[in-house]
């Protein structure tokens, strides 16, 4: 059963750990997340891009996808299924496919629009039982053919946006979506600690977790942050454990074809990097 993220969340933030939202891309992220929650005892949320939702045939595939396995792995543990940096009508679609959690990217429009906007989602939202994310001050790097660069968000705005009452917040703090560039300047801690003096219980959502050290990650914990995202990370990890695969030649030794075996070691390497994530973040046995 897929549930909201704001009770996951909500003890997050109390508990000071961070949940992490893990995106999938196919069958065997899901799988591979999945597992990795379950046998470290871990609430996840599984994140769903427009593209990737697209990718993957359409959100309602994806939901289907996504309860069928919880199902038939005999999953325990607190699962949200969340739509990614939605658009407004995005958030829409996956709302009538059956996801437990949406995202409104509305940084890009003008605080006026995005208020609007967020406003009617966190009525309907409400009244189906549903979380939604809300952003201010565009995230750095490329989302979906988006490029910002790395901003850092207005907390005054970040508190209007709150006091609509969404369930959690993304405010841009530098961070970058991808890999970081050499000369990043690192995490606006300073911003972090207004955004959480004026949004008080508001759990807080740092995007483009890959490749932020875990001495920051810590200290953003513990001003506030309950939910990181990480995406990047694993695509890289499960894109190395394949190419050696290919290049040491096991998909030419008897079956070594098999898209079973060819991924196999792609999707160890996914749950490794999931694993070590969820224990960063202190979400482990919190399920």
Request: proline share 3%.
């Amino acid at each position: 059963m897929l549930v909201s993220a704001k009770e996951m969340l909500t003890k997050a933030k109390a508990g000071k750990y961070a949940v992490g939202q893990f995106n999938i891309n196919n069958l065997e992220w899901t799988k591979a997340i999945l597992q990795t929650a379950e046998e470290l005892k871990s609430p996840v949320i599984l994140g769903v891009s427009e593209g990737a939702g697209k990718y993957m045939c359409g959100y309602k595939t994806v939901v289907g996808m996504v309860k069928g396995m919880i199902e038939e792995l005999g999953i325990t543990v607190p699962v949200a299924l969340h739509l990614d940096h939605g658009s407004y009508e995005g958030a829409k679609k996956c709302i009538e496919a059956g996801f437990s959690s949406v995202m409104f990217d509305g940084s890009h429009y003008p605080i006026e629009e995005n208020i609007a906007k967020t406003k009617e989602l966190v009525e309907t939202c409400n009244k189906l039982g549903l979380s939604l994310e809300a952003e201010v001050g565009a995230i750095g790097g490329e989302e979906d053919g988006v490029i910002g660069g790395g901003e850092v968000a207005d907390p005054k705005e970040c508190k209007m946006i709150a006091d609509l009452g969404v369930t959690m917040l993304a405010a841009g703090i530098g961070n970058i979506h991808g890999k970081y560039p050499e000369n990043w300047a690192g995490l606006r801690f300073d911003t972090l600690e207004e955004i959480q003096k004026l949004t008080g219980t508001m759990p807080l959502v740092l995007h483009g977790g890959t490749g932020i050290p875990a001495d920051m990650i810590k200290k953003a914990i513990s001003l506030g942050v309950s939910k990181i995202n990480v995406n990047t990370e694993c695509q890289l990890a499960f894109a190395e454990a394949t190419r050696k695969y290919i290049e040491a030649g096991k998909d030419l030794e008897g079956k070594g074809f098999d898209p079973r075996k060819l991924l196999a070691d792609g999707v160890a390497a996914i749950k490794a990097t999931v694993k070590e994530k969820m224990e960063l973040f202190g979400s482990v046995g919190k399920a």
